[in-house]
């Protein structure tokens, strides 16, 4: 058996890194749908290992030493970007948005849950069918794996990740369609004179020097204060009896801090260089976990996953429509819902590129390009967080 140390490990999760960028560009399909690099780069060296498993003998140990502290950076990243500030940028509409996906999330789970009762099957595997890989993504169900695999989920990070990728192809195909069917029934139109969005400030004043050394090292600064604090508040919640991932205290710290450096230059936040540094920790992790998964176990759960993602994505389509009528009943109204199902289904991207298509079609909706990035890629990471927690500790 050929086993890799610390150094080693991470140096073959940068390469399928590289691994799978090659395939965004050699199989364009690939780019289309928004599959992510480290995901397809992590499942080509796994399945690469599961072909040579199947010879009878494992043929590679990995240290995955690292694997939790990019995983932890990575969430404390997502929580330096939950700015109140930016929330009240976007106005009332984004706070309603924000609590119209922070619904779904739940009924995702309830959904889940139920079905997975109906199934024979613990009702966790529901929910991580649900909002941790839905709207959550590969990521977030490959950070609480460990979680429901110790709870009694059996193949846990097979299944975060086979549901966070078939929820992002499905966020690409059926986002667009569906609120396309809802501005053709309806015969709306994008305003003739479109009210420009506000200007959101997440850096530094355009005219300020930007010296990129010192923001990556600021960053880097802020997120392990958060770390170390946020391991203190982890371990004093657990006393609780409350069982937690282990990004959520750093998770918690970060968002104070955040919110604390909009009003104090001491902990002003480097945006870009926080968002910099958050992807390359969330790339390694992905890279890392996918590459010691056990594909092997997929085939016993593949059929109640189907019928978990179809209902799911039905649950969605419908739900669509509500989102519509509570957003204001108009075309800007109409491309946020075929937003809503890109990220609540897929990732944010997903969701832009499903609002870019529209607008392509029928004409701008600025209001949508305001709001649905703001809620996807800000808020409702940190909102579902707190979910998928309540969630676990209630089925447990």
């Known amino acids: ?51 040579l498993r199947s010879n009878g ?23 330096f970007g939950a700015s109140l500030r930016l929330l009240r940028i976007g106005g009332v509409q984004v706070a309603w948005f924000l609590a119209i996906a922070t619904v779904v999330a739940l009924l995702q789970n309830l959904l889940g849950a139920s079905l997975a ?16 890989t839905l709207t959550g993504g590969p990521a977030t169900g490959l950070a ?26 499905m ?5 667009g369609p569906v609120a396309g069917r809802i501005i053709a029934r309806r015969g709306l139109r994008p305003a003739i004179e479109p009210a420009k969005p506000a200007q959101i400030r997440t850096e530094e004043p355009e005219h300020a020097h930007v010296d990129t050394t010192t923001a990556l090292m600021r960053a880097v600064i802020l997120v392990l204060a958060a770390m170390w604090l946020g391991s203190y508040l982890a371990r004093g919640i657990s006393a609780l009896g409350i069982t937690l991932p282990a990004y ?35 790339s390694l992790f992905i890279a890392m976990a996918l590459m010691t998964l056990k594909l092997w176990e997929l ?65 701008p909706a600025p209001r949508a390009f305001l709001v649905v990035p703001l809620v996807g890629a800000f808020f409702i990471d940190f909102v579902n967080a707190l979910v998928i927690t309540g969630y676990l500790n209630f089925l447990r």
Do not use: K
């Not at 609480?144 to 929820?167: H, I, K, Q, S």
């Not at 966020?171 to 986002?175: I, K, N, T």
């Open 117 to 132: 009762v109906a199934m024979g099957l613990p009702p966790l595997f529901g929910v991580l069918a649900g909002s941790v």
């Open 248 to 282: 959520i205290g750093a998770m918690l710290v970060a968002a104070v801090m955040r919110n604390l450096g909009d009003h104090q230059p001491l902990l002003r936040v480097p945006v870009q260089a926080m968002a910099d540094l958050g992807a390359v920790a969330l």
């Open 171 to 175: 966020g690409g195909l059926f986002g």
């Open 57 to 79: 003998a494992d043929v590679v140990r990995f240290d995955t030493t690292l694997q939790s502290p990019l995983m932890i950076a990575f969430f404390t990243s997502i929580g």
């Open 299 to 363: 085939a016993s759960i593949a059929m109640p996953l189907l019928v978990l993602l179809v209902a799911q994505g039905i649950m969605l389509a419908l739900l669509c429509h509500v989102v519509f009528r509570l957003m204001g009943r108009d075309f800007d109204a109409a491309v946020m819902a075929g937003g809503f199902y890109g990220f609540m289904m897929g990732t944010t991207a997903n969701a832009v590129a499903n609002m870019q298509t529209l607008t392509e079609r029928y004409g």
């Open 144 to 169: 609480f794996a460990p979680l429901f695999e110790a709870a009694g989920v059996n193949g846990a990070g097979v299944l975060a990740v086979t549901a966070g990728m078939a929820g992002i192809v």
């Open 1 to 51: 058996m050929l086993a890799l140390g610390l150094m080693e490990t991470l140096a073959l999760a940068a390469l399928a890194i590289a691994i799978g960028q090659g395939l965004r560009r050699w199989v364009p399909v690939l780019a289309h749908y928004d599959l992510p690099a480290p995901v397809l780069g992590g499942l080509v060296i796994a399945i690469v290992v599961t072909v």
